[in-house]
């Protein structure tokens, strides 16, 4: 098959876009999260193509995207507390679980009694929902395991021939998936970390929110994963990442030393580290994952240099960290997830 790319802002884009969500093909698109790989969620052969065309185990569940409110109707419950955090970030990068009926294909939701339902800000992404009218299940358009992509090269590089289109809306801006958050069962609770952060939803909520365990940790063998997606390897590439924690002068002498040392040995080894940090790493191949002082700049940033590694062939990768709060949370979990949460701590 051949994978045409198409300006995502075109009216020929979308309304391409739509022809093909209608008779049960895939399309590729951007949000201001990551690039989605969408059909119609109430297809039920479509949405199985999604799980062929990216490798995912059909146990993972996918998100539903959605222009207008009303689309809910018929397909889920939706508690109050929701409506309060629609009103305050929908359109936007959060996704909330709701208690689903029978019109939901069980292909769509891993047969679990939720959906997942989010409203994505990018315009064109929200126009092109609008013009096809369905709502569309999406999860990112990388093969299993791979980095979300960003950019419409990444979705090319993971998708060639495997999709009939990709629409093209240039890099997405926040460059994390969405936060994923639980109010279905007791306290609301964020099963993954993205954009909308933890303490801006405690804001509109006016309480406590939890946070799923195995967000900075992995799952222990006995956990039931809330989510079925934080089961999987993810975001990885192929050089082994490890992640350098302690005060400043200590972490970057020891990510100097293991470069090093491992460079000695032969092996293609490089750092990760803020801009204001690149002249420390003269001999380390320093690559710039965006500002300290900026969560949201490292969060653009930070799968696009995760797929720079295996493009370059990287074998060690070792890493400097940010604090795990606000939009540090999700970046630190997709780091401690791209490094099978392998940790050095520098003393
Ligand atoms: P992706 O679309 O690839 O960003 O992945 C969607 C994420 O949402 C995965 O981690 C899923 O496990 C999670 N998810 C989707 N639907 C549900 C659901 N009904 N219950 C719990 N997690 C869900
Ligand atoms: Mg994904």
Known sequence: METLIMNAELPEAMERAARLFSSGELVAFPTETVYGLGANALDRKAVLSIFAAKGRPADNPLIVHIWNRSQMTGLCEIPKDAEKLM????????????????????EVTAGLPTVAIRMPSLPCAHKMLQVCGLP???????????????????????????????????PCQVGLESTVLDLTRGDPTILRPGGV????IQEVLGRDVEVAGSVLRPLKPDEKALSPGMRYKHY??????????????????????????????GRKSCVLCFTEHLDLFPDCDPHDIGSREDDREVA?????VLRRLDQEGMETIYSEVVPAEGVGLAVMNRLGRAAGFRTLKAE
Not at 244 to 249: A, I, K, L, S
Request: net charge negative; glycine share 8%.
């Open 87 to 106: 009103d305050a970030f929908w359109p936007g990068p959060l996704t909330m679980l709701f208690p689903r009926t029978e019109k939901v294909p069980d």
């Open 136 to 170: 569309i299940a999406a999860p990112s358009a990388n093969r299993s395991g791979r980095p979300s992509p960003t950019t419409a090269a990444h979705v090319m590089e993971d998708m060639a021939g495997r999709i009939p289109l990709i629409l093209d809306g240039g």
């Open 197 to 200: 952060t933890k303490e801006m």
């Open 236 to 265: 990885a590439p192929t050089g082994t990442v490890t992640l350098v924690e302690g005060e400043g002068e200590a972490v970057h002498r020891v990510m100097r030393e293991q470069c090093t040392s491992d460079r000695l040995a």
């Open 300 to 304: 653009h940033r930070l799968f696009d």
